[in-house]
Antibody, heavy 122, light 107 residues
Framework: QAQLVQSGAEVKKPGASVKVSCKVS????????IHWVRQAPGKGLEWMGG????????IYAQKFQGRVTMTEDTSTDTVYMELSSLKSEDTAVFYC???????????????WGQGTLVTVSS | DIQMTQSPSSLSASVGDRVTITCRAS??????LNWYQQKPGKAPKLLIY???SLQSGVPSRFSGSGSGTEFTLTVSSLQPEDFATYYC?????????FGGGTKVEIK
């Protein structure tokens, strides 16, 4: 399994942007599909988007379309998730995770980062 | 999006109990269903993938079954370390979705 290490906690003001990083080790980034999952305090898991290995594109949940950008730096095996126009409701822990499997058998998240708490407060 | 509904949302059980959690999909998802365990302050951990395959290193007391729209996660004999929140997830659609979670508490 890959190891994923995320950047540290952030505090942002409403309207600002945040960029969270996820560094991969044990594999090269080109061998992996990294996705992002959000969890608001005391709430459930919410998929935000990630790299779709079937068509080679990054896909985003409709809820976050236009506000989230996921990028990668293959030279450092690091993936980034940037969320803009932050609101207090965006306060959450953000996780990166590796997507495994294929379209015939199915997909699953088998490795997760430790999580990054983003607090949005004026 | 495909909606995933878990039941119950919480349950109380004792060590040694057999526990079953149900996950229902709003449309057929074949067997593209995974189960995760999450403990407070920790990242989720994969237990079961594609409905019934046990992830490496996960105790055999965990099992999954189902296909189509109805799935179950069963813990055959609950252990102290199993008290946690459990989530199902569908990967049939490229827009992935999770169930709302089931919190398993000590009776």
């Amino acid at each position: 399994q890959a190891q994923l290490v995320q950047s540290g906690a952030e505090v942002k003001k409403p309207g600002a942007s945040v960029k969270v990083s996820c560094k991969v080790s044990g594999y090269t980034l080109t061998d992996l599909s990294i996705h992002w999952v959000r969890q608001a305090p005391g709430k459930g898991l919410e998929w935000m988007g990630g790299f779709d290995p079937e068509d080679g594109e990054t896909i985003y949940a409709q809820k976050f379309q236009g506000r989230v950008t996921m990028t990668e730096d293959t030279s450092t095996d690091t993936v980034y998730m940037e969320l803009s126009s932050l609101k207090s409701e965006d306060t959450a822990v953000f996780y990166c995770a590796t997507l495994r499997g294929n379209s015939d058998f199915g997909h699953w998240f088998d490795s997760w980062g430790q999580g990054t708490l983003v607090t949005v407060s004026s | 999006d495909i909606q995933m509904t878990q039941s119950p949302s919480s349950l109380s059980a004792s060590v040694g109990d057999r526990v079953t959690i149900t996950c229902r999909a709003s449309q057929s998802i074949a067997r593209y269903l995974n189960w995760y365990q999450q403990k407070p302050g920790k990242a989720p951990k994969l237990l079961i993938y594609v409905a019934s395959s046990l992830q490496s290193g996960v105790p055999s007391r965990f099992s999954g079954s189902g296909s189509g729209t109805e799935f179950t996660l069963t813990v055959s004999s609950l252990q102290p370390e199993d008290f946690a929140t459990y989530y199902c997830q569908q990967t049939y659609s490229t827009s992935l979705t999770f169930g709302g979670g089931t919190k398993v508490e000590i009776k």
